[in-house]
């Protein structure tokens, strides 16, 4: 059985490829088994478990949520950016509308204080004028009125050292993030655990520390294979962690494909190379994921 459980969509701000096109990859690919995990968003689960009932593809529906450190990981930066990963969700649940209506709310008000902020700077942006209330919002309009050519550029602008020093980004803690989880049903996983601010790797204390406090928060796995995993063979020390800590190993490579046939639209061939990393089976996951009677 092929598996690949990180895969993102349209519904995601990070992709541009709808949930047909990302399906019809993954068939071409050869897959069985297909995560959903959107950032942020489940909008794109039903029409996937849809469509893939008629390319015979089996969908887990899940979602990846953008969290942040506070002070709970001393060897790691307050309001460094860590993604959980979340599966066999219920993302239908009332509980979950709830946890993200209430951060929309602070995202609104994260939104206009930022707008405010580069008005001061001398962009031009009406806040009224705005589609939706986040980072990827403010970043299309500062394209839209050619400040930047693209979302590289204009991340320059939004994540300056000063803006984001008076306005920190608005995101859930690592604690409520996998509190979510569990409460609506899933299996919360730490998603590409090396990867640290701007892309650069975490140390392996670092990785470790984060790993035992989300434990603590009730983590039930790693994402053991993925390609930023792949330098100096990350995947065999985190499958070592996850043996001693009793954690569930996951592989996925975080597909954000667009023209090319399953391949991200930046990192082409090395998301795809996390599947020739593969040593071991991922009976466990897939046992809790695919069979609703066994609630882990």
């Known amino acids: 059985m092929k598996i690949d459980l990180h895969n993102h969509t349209n519904h995601s701000p990070c992709s541009d490829q709808t949930v047909k096109e990302m399906l019809d990859s993954a ?12 950032h942020d968003s489940v909008s794109g689960i039903d029409e996937a478990i849809e469509y893939g009932k008629k390319i015979g593809i089996k969908i887990i529906p899940g979602l990846e949520i953008t969290a942040s450190s506070e002070f709970d990981v001393e060897t790691i930066e ?6 959980i990963l979340g599966y066999r969700i219920d993302w239908r649940s009332d509980l979950l509308k709830k946890f993200y209506d ?43 009125k050619k400040y930047c050519k693209n979302r590289n550029e204009a991340k320059k602008i939004t994540r300056s050292k000063d803006l984001l020093k008076k ?13 979510i989880i569990k ?23 670092q990785v470790f520390d984060l790993i035992k406090v989300l434990k603590k928060y009730g983590l039930m796995g790693v ?27 996951t592989i996925g490579s975080d597909h954000h494909s667009n023209s090319n046939k399953y391949k991200g639209l930046t990192d082409n061939d090395k998301r795809i190379s996390v599947f020739k990393t593969v040593n071991c089976d991922f009976n466990e996951i897939l046992n809790l994921c695919l069979n609703p009677s066994n609630k882990g």
């Open 102 to 144: 209430k951060l929309s709310i602070k995202k609104k008000e994260w939104t206009k204080q930022v707008v405010t902020y580069l008005n001061e700077k001398h962009f031009q942006i009406d806040f009224k004028s705005l589609d939706g209330y986040s980072e990827l919002y403010v970043i299309n309009r500062l394209i839209e």
């Open 183 to 205: 409460k609506i049903g899933g299996i919360p996983i730490l998603a590409h655990a090396y990867r640290g601010p701007k892309r650069k790797a975490f140390s392996d204390q």
């Open 27 to 38: 068939k071409t690919f050869g897959l069985d088994v297909v995560a959903i995990t959107d």
């Open 223 to 249: 994402e053991t294979h993925h390609y930023f995993h792949i330098e100096e063979r990350r995947y065999d020390k985190l499958l070592r962690i996850c043996q001693k800590e009793k954690l569930i190993p």
């Open 78 to 83: 307050p309001h460094t950016r860590v993604d």
């Open 167 to 179: 306005y920190p980004f608005i995101r859930p803690s690592l604690k409520e993030s996998i509190n």
